[in-house]
């Protein structure tokens, strides 16, 4: 009579315990990354009043199984079922992350390692990933700085916005290219002053310069000058020494033409020996003034010359001159035109005798003064006297192309080098690189009169396409966690930097686990150890996946019919104690 009491309470513990298994669920049914609990029974023990017999074949008798009472029941195990999936929760923080698939991520207190489901992280103060609910550190593997890969390794807390990972560095730039179309019917490669390409690139410390090139048609319209203009910095000023000796090297740019210059005594202009004056407002210019007696150059351009009303710089005098004879693009390419001698020079028999504009300006060891070559009149009824004038002088480089199909042929000579070297290096305080220029896109072609050539920083090189183009400093822009649990950071020069992976880790029986609270497990003898190491997520096929947490996988409609068959349950075994005990009641009330 007894046992059937004790066994009744034991029905009683054991539902209770069950319906402790299922209120924690219920409870935790919105609880991140929770996973639900399974309760299962088994009989407690048997007592036996009678063991089994075997058959006897002596008295021809069979064998009689044992007889057993059951004692009740108790729990036989508590099982957290971890490899089935919550459910998706979009939050649209993306350092919220979910795993897909049966891996933990690794989180640490500072002295000891622990795993969670629960992907709600932040970047706290000191910069690193880490835990929103706990603060633990969220472990990883860090980047090697040698050949920028992850390196993996015991894991450590992932410092991602360190103060060296809040900027990106700037870089100089090597490379660039020019591409597009030259129509050779563009009045602005037949003007003076040529077609302008701007360049921009960077020196080492992220400050952006721009070159200006200037394209020029020569008489054959197959070869372009290729020119530095100048190099101009972000404030529009010219870097110095950016002019001389950076870009190619003097060649000779042929363009026939003339030159001319008017004589009216009144409207005109007129040479008196040094003195150029200019007879319709007086203005005149002594070119002895501009030249240094000592190196026989010209003095510094900035320098004051004449007296009122004629006081004006060397830089205005050239200028002057330039006017003079009708010239209305730049001084220095004035000063480089090449004038034929006409006649011929009768030393030399019938042989041309060329001379800059420069050199006749300075004169000296036998070279004729500028105004001795302007002695023919195109109009006899004029006062407007000319000089043929057979191209310039130039610093740069002779762009060649194909006449039959237009293609790029060379630089300097059909067949060759399809690069060019700004050499940058010795200018400035040493920030430049030199950067070689790349033309090989480059063609002449019919665009209607319009050219649209044009230059870029960067590699055309397939195998290194966009290296390099250089850049500014960056500052961090945004950080993305990838599928792989790699963390990148994009910076506002377009760059981006791999910071670390998340590192996971993978256990022979997860549901052997210990939990502990706030959403976390250790490690225990039955789940199987952590290396220290871990594993990529995506090693067998699992996944990360940003602005996303994990749901608890408790099934309500589940819990609450394992909460009805509970119910009965516990009722039916409270029943046997109160049926047990009416028995009793029975039996004590023989006696009267």
Known sequence: MMRSLFSGVSGLKTHQTKMDVIGNNIANVNTTAYKKSTITFSSLMSQTTQRASGANA????????????????????????????????????????????????????????????????????????????????????QVDEETGNIKKDTVTALRIMSAANMTYPPEATTDGYMSGVIDKNDTDVTSTNGRVVNFGFYDQLG????????????????????????????????????????????????????MQINRDTTEGYTWN???????ANGKAVDLGELIDATTGKW????????????????AEGLDFIAAA?????????????????????????????????????????????IDTLFTTQPDPDSN?????????????????????????????????????????????????????????????????????????????????????????????????????????????????????????????????LEKLADNLYSATLNSGEFDGIGVDVTANGDYMSTGQLEMS????????TEMITTQRGFQANSRIITVSDTLLEELTNLKR
């Open 58 to 141: 002596t008295t021809g008798t069979g064998g009689v199984n044992a007889r057993q009472i059951g004692l009740g029941v108790k729990s036989a195990a508590i099982n957290v079922n971890i490899t089935d999936p919550g459910a998706s929760q979009s939050t649209g923080n993306p350092f919220d992350v979910m795993i897909t698939g049966e891996n933990f991520f690794v989180v640490s207190d500072g002295s000891q390692n622990y795993f969670t489901r629960d992907g709600a992280f932040y970047v706290d103060g000191a910069g690193n990933l880490a835990m929103t609910s706990l603060g633990y550190n969220v472990m990883g593997w």
């Open 207 to 258: 400050y952006k310069y721009t070159a200006k090139f200037v394209f020029k048609q020569s008489d054959d319209k197959n070869i372009y000058s290729l020119e530095l203009d100048k190099i101009i910095d972000e404030n529009g000023v010219t870097v110095p020494g950016s002019t001389s000796g950076v870009f190619g090297e003097q060649r000779v740019f042929k363009k026939s033409g003339t």
């Open 273 to 279: 020996a040094d003195i150029l004056t200019n007879n």
């Open 299 to 314: 003095k510094d351009m900035d320098e004051k010359i004449g007296t009122a009303p004629n006081e004006m710089t060397v």
């Open 325 to 369: 004879y009708g010239y209305e693009g730049k001084r220095e390419d004035f000063l480089n035109m090449i004038l034929i001698q006409t006649p011929a020079d009768p030393t030399n028999g019938t042989q041309e005798v060329t001379w800059s504009v420069e050199e006749m300006l300075l004169g000296g060891n036998g070279v004729p003064k």
């Open 384 to 512: 407007i006297y000319a000089a043929d004038v057979k191209g310039s002088y130039f610093d740069g480089e002779l762009v060649y192309f194909d006449a039959k199909n237009g293609k790029f042929a060379g630089i300097n000579s059909p067949g060759g080098q399809s690069t060019i070297t700004l050499n940058l290096s010795g200018i400035g305080e040493g920030n430049f690189s030199d950067i070689t220029i790349d033309l090989s896109e480059t063609g002449m072609y019919d665009n209607k009169g319009t050219s649209t050539i044009g230059a870029t920083n960067g590699s055309n090189d397939e195998s290194r396409l966009g290296q390099g183009a250089g850049r500014r400093l960056g500052e961090m822009s945004g950080v993305s966690i990838q599928q792989n649990g790699m963390i990148y950071a994009t910076y506002d020069n377009g760059m981006t930097k791999l910071l670390g992976q998340i590192a996971t880790a993978k256990f022979a029986n997860a549901s052997g």
């Open 553 to 560: 996988n408790v099934d309500l409609s589940t819990e609450f």
